[in-house]
């Protein structure tokens, strides 16, 4: 699945851009406030990315920040809350706003957006109130982390989800950032972890 796109903002529409990623354009559906911030046509771009599959389509959702992403991916475990809702609520409202919503358990907030129903806004507040504690908590454990360490756990996160066992996810991805020329490209650390790996 496609995590992220780093490449050139080839377009920009009303509600989705096109990333040119070395002559391949990606269609990605951001909220609305991530499309009024894109730079200029052939400006470099980044945008984390959630990919939903269906049987009839594979959509790609981008983000400026992980917040937007997590909370995205938070809002499509409520029963009843499709990605295009999901995205809705993203465009109308910060993250901090739904997440205080959900926490004060106070649905008139998400009720505002259009097309999220009375209904719907209360079974976002009754099934998320207690996952928003885990995911405050986890942004506010990486914001207390030093760059390399994120770039660390990121990378051994990536190699695990590889198939790659933790212990040995680890020492690979600690011994290629020491040797990495740029410690915050954790693609690159993740490569370099990779060639250890398949010499062991």
């Not at 990495?180 to 062991?200: N, P, Q, Y």
């Amino acid at each position: 699945m496609i995590a992220h796109l780093h490449g050139e903002l080839a377009r920009v529409e009303s509600d989705y851009v096109v990333v040119d990623v070395h002559g391949v354009g990606y269609k990605v559906h951001p909220p609305l406030a991530v499309i009024a911030q894109m730079p200029r046509i052939g400006d470099e771009v980044k945008l984390l990315v959630c990919t939903v599959v269906k049987e009839d389509s594979i959509t790609l959702y981008g983000f400026a920040d992980e917040s937007q992403q997590s909370m995205f991916e938070l809002l499509l475990t409520v029963s009843g809350v499709g990605p295009k809702v999901a995205l809705a609520i993203l465009s109308a409202l910060q993250v901090d706003t739904i997440v205080n919503a959900i926490s004060s358990e106070s649905f008139l907030e998400l009720n505002s957006v259009s097309g999220v129903g009375t209904k719907t806004a209360q079974r976002i507040v009754l099934e998320l109130r207690e996952k928003i504690t885990t995911l405050v908590w986890t942004q506010a454990a990486r914001k207390s982390m030093g760059p390399e360490q994120q770039v660390l756990n990121d990378a051994i996160e990536g190699l695990v989800a590889l198939g790659y066992n933790r212990n040995d996810a680890r020492a690979a991805a600690e011994y290629a950032l020491k040797s990495a020329s740029d410690k915050r490209d954790t693609a690159a650390i993740v490569t370099s972890a990779l060639k250890m790996l398949g010499k062991g």
